[in-house]
């Protein structure tokens, strides 16, 4: 059971417009929701967070946004840049629950010149 | 430089021949996890570690082992690989979850080729 689902695999985007990678779940206990960041060959890399008491958090060009009554969140890169063409995983966790993160199945981000 | 290190980087095997990746980060983070990656499925949680001498079951234990006899070090062991067993591997630490930290830092990873 995918509780976490990212259900666009790939997302192609042009340099300077803005990209918008969504993330649904299903458990409602879920409070706290990452996204991370991953090149080939290297392992992913935090990139922002938002807290359930929240519905936006903001660090530079990237935003997400959390609808907790829909269950879904979404990260926005704008103005997207070449180098952020990777994958991107979406995680979610309990904060009463400890440290385990459920990930997402990823979107690969591809920004084209 | 804080980092979490996995050994080796790449490895080919046969089925049966046990087999350990190693672990370490130099952060002092009590937690640390194992993840497998797998197309289509994402980061799967394979075992974690609270702390020293404390470890769990994740989502996907079946064939695996781990340890943790020093906070640094969280190997993970395949006893008797197998071909389902081919995925990329990432190990990750954090601080405890006490000091409202959630954000993992994940090592390099280790590409895993059981034939």
């Known amino acids: 059971d995918q509780q976490v689902k990212q259900n666009s695999p790939s997302l192609s985007v042009q340099e300077g417009r803005i990209s918008i990678l969504n993330c649904d779940y299903t458990?409602?206990?879920?409070?706290?929701f990452l996204w991370y960041k991953k090149y080939p060959a290297e392992g992913p890399t935090f990139l922002i967070s938002?807290?359930?008491?929240?519905d936006k958090n903001e660090d530079g060009r990237f935003t997400v946004f959390l609808n907790k009554s829909a269950k879904h969140l979404s990260l926005h890169i704008v103005p997207s840049q070449p180098g952020d063409s990777a994958v991107y995983f979406c995680a979610a966790t309990t904060t009463g629950g400890g440290n385990k993160l459920t990930f997402g199945t990823g979107t690969q981000l591809k920004v084209e010149l | 430089e804080a980092q979490v290190t996995q050994n080796p980087r790449y490895l080919i095997t046969v089925t049966g021949k046990k087999l350990t990746v190693t672990c370490s980060q130099n952060?002092?983070?009590?937690?640390m996890s194992w993840y497998r990656q797998d197309p289509g499925l994402g980061l799967r949680q394979i075992y974690y570690s609270m702390n020293v001498e404390v470890t769990d079951k994740g989502d996907v234990p079946e064939g695996y082992k781990v340890s943790r006899k020093e906070k640094r070090n969280f190997p993970l062991i395949l006893e008797s690989p197998s071909p389902n067993q081919t995925s990329l591997y990432f190990c990750?630490?954090?601080?405890?979850?006490?000091?409202?930290?959630?954000?993992?830092?994940f090592g390099p990873g280790t590409r895993l080729t059981v034939t």
């Open positions: 458990n409602s206990m879920f409070d706290y």
């Open positions: 952060m002092n983070h009590e937690y």
């Open positions: 990750a630490s954090s601080v405890d979850r006490n000091i409202l930290s959630y954000e993992q830092y």
């Open positions: 938002i807290s359930s008491i929240k």
